[in-house]
């Protein structure tokens, strides 16, 4: 077992990458990246804001998250890649467009160091808003 110096978690692999602190703002998770990633959260969140111009936004999970009656869409910044998680329905929905990036149930990352597809992003945004709406009929 590793316990983080930071944070006093314990985890069972050795500098297990995790987000230690807790913050209130989207505006503060972004500000505690590393700044090499803290462009490239804005841009997610603008594209997901543009995409889901209704959604609230608030910290759930320690991730930044767009909630319109539940929670839309979340994003959160790893070592080597860019979480987001639409759900496990827009993972299968968009199996074809998510080809080429690591996936499971719910989550999609994103490489650091590789382009970013925000139109991919755009589209399952307005794909939730879309689903979520239906779903208040």
């Known amino acids: 077992m590793w316990k983080c110096p930071k ?3 314990s985890f069972k692999n050795t500098n297990q990458d995790h987000y ?3 913050v209130a703002t989207i505006d503060d998770y972004i500000a505690a990246q590393a700044e090499d990633v803290q462009p490239l959260l804005r841009q997610i969140r603008e ?7 209704n959604a609230k936004e608030k910290v759930s999970w320690q991730m930044p998250t767009f909630w319109q009656g539940e929670n839309l869409i979340h994003f959160a910044a790893a070592r080597k890649h860019i979480g987001i998680y639409p759900g496990g329905q827009a993972v299968g929905v968009f199996s074809e467009r998510l080809k080429d990036y690591k996936t499971s149930k719910g989550a999609i990352q994103l490489p650091l160091g590789k382009p970013i597809d925000y139109e991919l992003i755009a589209d399952i945004t307005r794909w939730r808003v879309q689903q979520l709406e239906e779903d208040q009929k």
């Open 7 to 9: 944070c006093g978690r």
């Open 47 to 53: 594209t997901i804001r543009a995409a889901a111009p």
């Open 20 to 22: 230690c602190g807790s």
